[in-house]
């Protein structure tokens, strides 16, 4: 399982300026890059690196490796922004917006990040959880002993696992490094005890079917009040709001993303604990298929329920609890008693009334329930061998 893992970089004035620089001339690459690829579609990497490596390397003053890199990173970009099309992601075909992105090359700024591999950084770790040093490529020659400190668990990992491709990143004035490690997966365990369902939502985050609820009221009123800071600051336009207001930037995201955190965790233990898998419903696309009024908009949109999901999956593959994704369509307008469909069955975001058996209960943890059953059913799918074809007699 690939795991990434922050340390920062403590560098000198002198090695922060030839940082700086190099992520200027690779960004600036990669922008001429796009440029050319863009124009000439060229979108493989074997042809655009036989195309415009030399190029590359003479008009930018880079190293062979940091030269492959730039490319792979551009490349990267269009295959990405080809899979958004495919979705969708930009509108129908012939839109305008569609239209603009697809015309427009791909421009990287100044300060994004840069993948770094072992031949263009090196890393010298102390012993277990200890701080030690990372060896860097730069336009201004190698710099050495250029310090790093971090989490002592995650200094721990980097020490003793195989280390992978690094972005080198500059984020509100600090240097980090973002490594790819490689961590072994736990066998999945076999969900003995059936599944436990968990239905994703705005106003309870997370509701489990043993009746668990997460509430996303502290989160709301947090984001309300960034908000309200927020407008305050901006409605000031002086030097001292705006400096305020940079410092602040990522907090509300940084809170949210804590908040996700604690709740996969108790979701995940909680399901190792009882020897269960856990099954969730598959969101893609939520946000183009919800249609909501105007003031919920700024609420469904600031809502990180991908982020959930993939905290919930990478933690479950931790614990080698199992994992599976269902269908959610009618899981809030159906019994999970007598199986009775109808949307007059949801009274309202919190009650769910059955007309046909009269049961009564919570509305999010009655959803819970029929995803763990479906659960169920998707686990024997996955598990279910194919039928051998049976070979006619000769």
Same mark, same amino acid.
């Given at each position: 399982?690939?795991?990434?893992?922050?340390?920062?970089?403590?560098?000198?004035?002198? $090695?922060?300026?030839?940082?700086?620089?190099?992520?200027?001339? !690779?960004?600036?690459?990669?922008?001429?890059?796009?440029?050319?690829?863009?124009?000439?579609?060229?979108?493989?990497?074997?042809?655009?690196?036989?195309?415009?490596?030399?190029?590359?390397?003479?008009?930018?003053?880079?190293? #062979?490796?940091?030269?492959?890199?730039?490319?792979?990173? /551009?490349?990267?970009? %269009?295959?990405?922004?080809?899979?958004?099309?495919?979705?969708?992601? %930009?509108?129908?075909p012939g839109s305008d917006r569609r239209r603009t992105?697809?015309? /427009?090359?791909?421009?990287?700024?100044?300060?994004?990040?840069?993948?770094?591999?072992?031949?263009?950084?090196?890393?010298?770790? *102390?012993? &277990?959880?200890?701080?030690?040093?990372?060896?860097?490529? /730069?336009? =201004?020659?190698?710099?050495?002993?250029?310090?790093?400190?971090?989490?002592?668990?995650?200094?721990?990992?980097?020490?003793?696992?195989?280390? *992978?491709?690094?972005?080198?990143?500059?984020?509100?004035?600090?240097?980090?490094?973002?490594?790819?490690?490689? /961590?072994?997966?736990?066998?999945?365990?076999?969900? =003995?005890? @059936?599944?436990?369902?968990? +239905?994703?939502?705005?106003?309870?985050?997370?509701?489990?079917? +043993?009746? +668990?609820?997460?509430?996303?009221?502290?989160?709301?009123?947090?984001?309300?009040? $960034? $908000?309200?800071?927020r407008k305050r600051l901006q409605a000031k336009k002086?030097?001292?709001?705006?400096?305020?207001?940079?410092?602040?930037?990522?907090?509300?995201?940084?809170?949210?993303?804590?908040?996700?955190?604690?709740?996969?965790?108790?979701?995940?233990?909680?399901?190792?604990?009882?020897?269960?898998?856990?099954?969730?419903?598959?969101? &893609?696309?939520?946000? #183009?298929?919800?249609?909501?009024?105007?003031?919920?908009?700024?609420?469904?949109?600031?809502?990180?329920?991908?982020?959930?999901?993939?905290?919930?999956? %990478?933690?479950?593959?931790?614990?080698?609890?199992?994992?599976?994704?269902?269908?959610?369509?009618?899981?809030?307008?159906? !019994?999970?008693?007598?199986?009775?469909?109808?949307?007059?069955?949801?009274?309202?975001?919190?009650?769910?009334? !059955?007309?046909? !058996? +009269?049961?009564? *209960?919570?509305?999010?943890?009655?959803?819970?329930?029929?995803?763990?059953?479906? @659960?169920?059913?998707?686990?024997?799918?996955?598990?279910?061998?194919?039928?051998?074809?049976?070979?006619? =007699?000769?």
């Amino acid at each position: 399982m690939k795991q990434v893992v922050q340390v920062r970089l403590l560098p000198t004035p002198e $090695q922060a300026s030839a940082l700086l620089a190099t992520l200027h001339a !690779c960004n600036a690459a990669a922008s001429w890059l796009s440029e050319q690829v863009h124009a000439d579609q060229v979108l493989r990497k074997f042809n655009v690196q036989k195309r415009f490596y030399a190029q590359l390397r003479e008009r930018f003053g880079l190293a #062979a490796q940091p030269a492959i890199r730039v490319i792979g990173k /551009t490349v990267d970009a %269009y295959t990405t922004l080809r899979a958004n099309l495919k979705a969708g992601n %930009y509108g129908p075909p012939g839109s305008d917006r569609r239209r603009t992105v697809e015309d /427009t090359p791909i421009v990287f700024r100044p300060q994004a990040g840069q993948p770094f591999d072992a031949r263009c950084l090196s890393w010298q770790l *102390g012993g &277990t959880g200890r701080k030690g040093t990372v060896s860097i490529w /730069t336009t =201004a020659g190698r710099r050495k002993d250029v310090r790093i400190v971090g989490n002592p668990a995650h200094l721990a990992l980097l020490h003793s696992r195989s280390i *992978g491709e690094t972005d080198l990143l500059h984020r509100d004035g600090a240097w980090l490094l973002h490594a790819v490690v490689d /961590t072994p997966e736990k066998p999945q365990r076999e969900p =003995a005890n @059936g599944f436990l369902g968990v +239905d994703l939502g705005i106003v309870n985050i997370a509701t489990t079917s +043993d009746g +668990d609820r997460f509430s996303g009221s502290r989160l709301t009123r947090y984001r309300k009040r $960034q $908000q309200r800071i927020r407008k305050r600051l901006q409605a000031k336009k002086t030097s001292s709001a705006r400096r305020l207001l940079k410092k602040r930037r990522r907090k509300e995201a940084r809170f949210a993303a804590d908040v996700n955190h604690q709740i996969s965790k108790s979701i995940v233990a909680e399901a190792e604990r009882t020897g269960r898998g856990i099954a969730v419903e598959e969101l &893609t696309g939520i946000r #183009a298929r919800v249609r909501l009024r105007k003031p919920q908009r700024a609420t469904l949109h600031s809502w990180a329920f991908a982020q959930l999901g993939q905290f919930l999956t %990478y933690k479950a593959q931790q614990a080698g609890v199992v994992m599976v994704q269902v269908d959610p369509a009618y899981t809030s307008q159906t !019994c999970h008693a007598c199986g009775h469909v109808d949307k007059r069955n949801r009274r309202s975001q919190a009650v769910f009334h !059955c007309g046909r !058996c +009269d049961l009564v *209960g919570h509305a999010d943890h009655n959803a819970a329930l029929n995803i763990a059953a479906r @659960g169920v059913r998707r686990w024997g799918e996955v598990m279910r061998p194919h039928a051998v074809p049976i070979l006619a =007699a000769s």
